[in-house]
DNA sequence: ACCTGAACACCGTTCAAGT
DNA sequence: ACCTGAACACCGTTCAAGT
């Protein structure tokens, strides 16, 4: 066991100086530990034996601080193929889930995918990775370019949707709340939700994700995108 | 002009008894003056000359304020049918262009949509609504059921997305980030993001939105559910 | 240039005490 | 039962002042 006395002058080991590095490293460990929630300004400054002004010196806000937390857990997203190439659906779908799963943990971490255009080397190995599918899929590349925009904005609401859900207490009365309503929709009023009744909340999370992202497939593979509009495409 | 002095005893005009439909309206009103960020308890005590603790009779807490807000908000989604029967995928493209639109001006309640499972008269209004276009066109019922569903994430989250960034100072410096990412992104890296270059951030948000909508319609047209599993399905 | 203490302007929610 | 003041436990961000 080394000793906590080093070879520097003072006896408290020396502040590490504040740097950027510095400070997204401290987010990402006080996000393992105790959730986004705690990834605030003033958390991070405390823990860096510092007031929360310091930190805008590194970083120009949270939303850039939680971005950068973003990419690097994006660095865990499942991109192995199965095996056999045909499969590209499949693994459309594998890396997806995986993706939705990290996510779910970390709703904050969805609500800054949905909101801040993210762009990081994780984020754009993400990207790269469902395209070369859709090509190896036979997808034509203007498909691709708008069906992956769709494919990663199901799967950011789905986690963004359940992640939230999860840690929020009333999440079960909601649904037991929608559950009633559907059934006591009237025929009158509502005869198609009255019609369909539980078939509207019917499989599994899983089953239903599944399938979402099966439509969303075989519709790109078959709905043509519009000729670019004569004005400018911008 | 009436004069503030009234047959009531005091000078001052009475204080209307607290309630619910009184905080809720209160919500409403403060909402459309100055944006929901407003609607917070702290304010909507002050605006009915109490104090917060005091507004914990009627509602649990800010999200079921929020929520009670938002099926108001529904209220105004537009459902007329287009003339023609056969038409009824264009109806559904424009009902839900015009759900993104409300929820746009007020990205706090597309949070909300998505979080807490809605179930109010106008949202089922809305989701019946869906339904019956979906029946028009011929969909299958289980398909229907489980493909409103998607329909209506997707409307929620482009909103949430477009409304976040439009209120956010930062949202043109993160489009030209991811721009500028594109383009610089190595063909080595990443080939296919290189190789579709522009063509991933072409179109104009409203045909996007409706070549997505118009790729899920496809979709749920063509792929079958699966079967429920023999497991419990919950 | 970098760092800081203190302040500004807020939040949601709870609780003991009153009426 | 309904209502309240005050408190608890926080936020993000800015700014003037220091080193």
Do not use: C
């Not at 007031?51 to 950068?68: I, K, R, W």
């Not at 857990?73 to 590209?88: E, K, R, Y």
């Not at 599918?133 to 949707?161: C, K, M, N």
Request: no cysteine; hydrophobic share 40%.
């Amino acid at each position: 066991m080394q000793t906590a006395q080093r070879s520097s002058r003072r006896e408290r080991p020396a502040k590490p100086a504040l740097s950027r590095d510095g400070i997204v490293a401290t987010a990402q460990r006080v996000m393992r530990a105790e959730g986004l929630e705690q990834v605030t300004m003033r958390r991070l400054a405390s823990e860096l034996d510092t007031g929360p002004a310091s930190l805008y010196v590194y970083v120009q806000n949270t939303a850039e601080l939680h971005a950068a937390v973003l990419d690097e857990m994006l660095g865990h997203v499942d991109l192995s193929s199965t095996s056999s190439s045909d499969q590209w659906a499949d693994s459309i779908v594998a890396s997806l889930w995986s993706y939705t799963g990290i996510l779910v943990e970390h709703p904050g971490l969805a609500r800054s995918a949905l909101v801040t255009r993210p762009s990081g080397p994780n984020y754009l190995a993400f990207v790269e990775w469902v395209l070369s599918l859709l090509q190896l899929g036979g997808v034509p590349a203007e498909r691709s370019a708008w069906g992956v925009d769709l494919l990663l904005l199901f799967a950011t609401s789905i986690a963004l949707e359940h992640g939230t859900r999860r840690q929020v207490m009333d999440a079960h009365d909601d649904e037991e709340a929608l559950a009633r309503a559907i059934q006591q929709a009237s025929a009158e009023d509502y005869p198609t939700i009255s019609a369909l009744g539980d078939r509207l909340i019917s499989g599994s999370p899983r089953e239903r994700f599944e399938w979402h992202v099966r439509v969303i497939l075989a519709g790109v593979a078959t709905t043509p995108v519009p000729k670019p509009s004569p004005q400018a495409p911008r």
